[in-house]
């Protein structure tokens, strides 16, 4: 097993959010999991490991006057979904998002995250 590096709690996502690649315009997963720093995304195809997404996160009016945020995520790892082999599971950790685009990241680990970590 992987020696665990996390620096921040992370939390098990209770609302499906769909997260797209800014630049394609494409669909690459849903949120699975959230911390301050970083996230988990379930996804129906395997993404390039270490490199840098300009990813948009579609939001909720509940979450934001805004429909979404765009930040850069560095990917971390992918794997298959030990329990789906269908899809796949895949780490990130944000490097670069501005301060207002935080604070709405940081309201949805509220919102959305439940206490529940693994």
């Known amino acids: 097993m992987a020696e665990e590096r996390r620096v921040t709690k992370r939390r098990r996502f209770g609302y499906y959010m769909r997260v797209m690649d800014n630049f ?19 996804s129906s195809q395997p993404i390039r490991v270490h490199h840098d997404y300009s990813l948009r996160l579609d939001l909720t ?5 805004k429909p979404y945020i765009v930040f850069t995520a560095r990917s971390i790892w992918s794997n298959p979904d030990p329990l789906d082999p269908n899809t796949y599971v895949e ?8 301060p207002a685009d935080d604070e ?3 309201r949805i680990v509220e919102k959305y995250g439940t206490s529940e970590s693994y």
């Open 104 to 106: 709405i990241f940081r």
């Open 24 to 42: 394609a315009h494409e669909h690459i997963g849903y949120l699975s999991d959230i911390s301050a720093r970083g996230f988990k995304l379930d």
């Open 61 to 65: 009016p509940e979450i934001s006057d």
């Open 91 to 98: 780490g990130f950790e944000i490097v670069n998002i501005t």
